[in-house]
């Protein structure tokens, strides 16, 4: 059996090691889609806690959808151009974004729309005909969420009428009332109508396991409820490096202990400090 090498800290590369976790990370595709002055760039932002659209690379993949991706990023994000409300450009926004998706689906589980961020500006009244048909052949392809935004413009009666216009297109558990409004984000009792942890959660429990991380490494953890989430996935990494060293400790060598478990320790500790945004400058 050949001699293990003892882990040696002045020769390790934590950038090497975190450039090989980033590359183990395998990325969630999200799609955000909505008419123009829905509060799709509001979403983004609130979500991520940054706008991802000026850290990532855009790319047009479509005349009106934009993909943004960057090995900062643990996510794609698939951002569509929107469509003005009675505008002639309605139905081909509608075209280009089912077959966008329809066309993904027939490709390999990395490429892939694994979710839809559907968008609709509350305060307006109304879901079009339009967000109707799009909403439901979107949800034959892909997990769908629709977001009704501006919450704070519009009284309980219209948010009702306004969800009440959804049931027979979406789950109930798949429509989401959100606000970045300061006064409802700010006060413990307005922020309670709010579902943006809720909205996380079941984006999370959509994804394959092995794409969770993806989306929890790039949450904006405001609350303790985005904490706890969070934590969870966590612990689950935790778990499997615990498993591993469990292997590496039954081995029957002198001193194996320390050569086998020091450098799991290690790459568990840089896993963690990746998962919850530690920079590499932070930690050198």
């Given at each position: 059996m050949d001699k293990q090498t003892p882990f040696n800290f002045d020769t390790y590369d934590l950038k090497e090691e975190l450039d090989r976790l980033r590359g183990k990370v395998k990325k969630p595709n999200i799609l955000i889609a909505g008419a123009t002055g829905s509060g799709k760039s509001s979403v983004v932002n609130h979500v991520f806690g940054r706008d991802l659209t000026k850290v990532a690379a855009g790319e047009p993949v479509t005349r009106g959808i934009h993909q943004f991706m960057s090995d900062e990023i643990?996510?794609?994000?698939?951002?569509?151009?929107?469509?003005?409300?009675?505008?002639?450009?309605?139905?081909?926004?509608?075209?280009?974004?089912?077959?966008?998706?329809e066309r993904a689906q027939t490709k390999g589980a990395a490429e892939q729309i694994h979710l839809v961020w559907y968008v609709i500006n509350a305060s307006m009244k109304r879901v079009t005909p339009l967000d109707r048909a799009l909403i439901k052949q979107l949800n034959e392809a892909t997990s769908v969420a629709v977001l009704l935004t501006q919450i704070d413009q519009v009284d309980v009666d219209e948010l009702a009428a306004l969800r009440q216009e959804l049931v027979d297109v979406v789950p109930k558990e798949a429509v989401f009332q959100v606000s970045v409004a300061d006064e409802l984000l700010h006060d413990p009792e307005l922020r309670a109508h709010l579902d943006w942890e809720r909205l996380v959660t079941w984006s999370v429990e959509q994804l394959d396991h092995s794409l969770q991380e993806g989306l929890l490494m790039e949450i904006h953890a405001e609350s303790e409820a985005m904490l706890k989430l969070k934590r969870k996935k966590a612990n689950r990494i935790i778990s499997g490096y615990v498993a591993s060293a469990g292997t590496a400790a039954a081995v029957p060598l002198p001193f194996a202990d320390a050569i086998a478990l020091t450098p799991i320790q290690v790459t568990m500790?840089?896993?963690?400090?990746?998962?919850?945004g530690v920079k590499r400058t932070t930690i050198c």
């Open positions: 643990a996510i794609v994000l698939y951002d569509s151009e929107g469509y003005e409300i009675g505008s002639a450009r309605q139905q081909a926004y509608a075209d280009e974004v089912i077959g966008f998706v500790s840089v896993h963690l400090f990746r998962y919850w």
